[in-house]
């Protein structure tokens, strides 16, 4: 045997740096967890250009920012519309087949809006997009387990998050110089093939994605609703989850302003050019990269993880709000972009080991409501005050509801993950 196929005891560090990377390797190399991965790597890609697209077509046609910020509240809101009726899909019917209908369908009004002239049917469209897209989500959370080890969910989830992360900073990087070389059409097309794409290699997955229900699936309007009060009902009484309702919902409350005025933030406190603004979103950008890799690699999925990072971005956003240092800037979102990658992959793991098979999608689509109430109220809420009180204040102000959304989640959600789950919701 050479040296290149077994690494001699004599190279410790080049074993523990291949070691570092087995794992992510061996999920890359399983065939029933890759199809997956290809469709949201392509995927990802697609919404990417996708959105650039969009926003530079809807600006086009009105040349009005209210339009865009409409937009944005609008799929928000399709979110929240849709998102408990996903969750009863995602835990009713095939996954693989909710996921894939999603795919078609967004892939039909992808190029319909290749072909679209009017601003109000390029918002419909685009919102029609969003809501056909909200069960994807928790059903490709929700089915992962069905595709790997439970050792390997951690693995898994990482490389999801690292790979969708990167190819969002390719595509962004691109995307401008695509769009003014060939125009908007063809991102929407490109879009539209992407989604095809997907619905392609999910396809190709070979298994049950249907999880397995008490008494059979129940068939009437009643049953349906009956699901939903029942997925409400274990995510409240939940020792752990219950409190990470409260958690989420604080944490999307502080963050979703914050996140939405990083812009104002560079020019009106930190006194920045609007080129440099890409400086900011480059350091966040770079966390989220490498975030996975380092406190769960060691850790594991330690639910503590989930918790910790509310409470440095928030003393983070204070900081923001306080110092007008470039250079600290970046470093602070750095660690925000760390934090962000660390919960993420956390977050998904823990509730995909805790969570049973025939709950997963409801409690999955229920946290991302609770977090789309809490962005789209914050974005009301932080655009009135920094027009009034300055955007410092709105950071640390919400500095303050983060790390206060972080300790609750560590003092009262952590200790409740060692406790039994609760019921089905079929009790009284």
Known sequence: ????????????????????FHPYARILGSAR???????????????????????????????????????????????LAVGPIAGVLVDRYDRRGVMMAADLARAALAAALAVTHSAPLAIALAVGMAAFGVPFGPAARALLPALV?????????????????????????GAGGLLLAFGTTPAFLFNAATFLFSAAMLARLRGRFRPARDGGKPESPGGFWA??????????????IGPLLVVQ????????????????????????QPAQFAWLLLAIGVGALVGPFLLP???????????????????????????????????????????????????????QQRVPDAMRGRVFATLDVVWA?????SIGVAGFL????GIAAVYIGGGGILALAGGIGLLRAVPGIDRPESGTGDEA
């Open 1 to 20: 045997m050479t040296d290149s196929e077994d690494p001699a005891p004599s190279h410790p560090r080049a074993v523990r740096f291949v070691g570092l």
């Open 33 to 79: 967890y890759r199809p997956l991965w290809l469709a949201q790597v392509i995927s990802n890609l697609g919404d990417t250009l996708h959105y650039v697209a969009l926003v530079v077509l809807l600006f086009r046609l009105t040349g009005s920012g209210v339009t865009l910020a409409a937009l944005a509240l609008a799929q928000i809101a399709a979110t």
């Open 149 to 173: 080890e439970e050792d390997a969910l951690l693995a898994a989830n990482t490389v999801g998050w690292s790979t969708e992360q990167a190819t969002q900073i390719l595509a962004a990087a």
């Open 227 to 240: 699901d939903a009060r029942d997925g409400l009902r274990y995510a409240r009484r939940d020792p752990f």
């Open 249 to 272: 919902g604080l944490a999307s409350f502080a963050t979703g302003g914050t996140a939405a005025l990083l812009v104002v933030l560079s020019a009106r406190h930190l006194r920045l």
């Open 297 to 351: 690699r060691l850790l594991g999925a330690d639910p503590r993880l989930l918790f910790w990072p509310y409470v440095w971005r928030g003393i983070g956003d204070v900081l923001l709000g306080t110092l007008t240092s470039l250079p600290i800037a970046l470093v602070i979102l750095v660690t925000y972009g760390i934090g962000t990658a660390t919960g993420a992959v956390t977050y998904s793991t823990v509730l």
């Open 373 to 377: 109430t809490g962005e789209i109220a």
């Open 386 to 389: 920094s027009d009034r009180v």
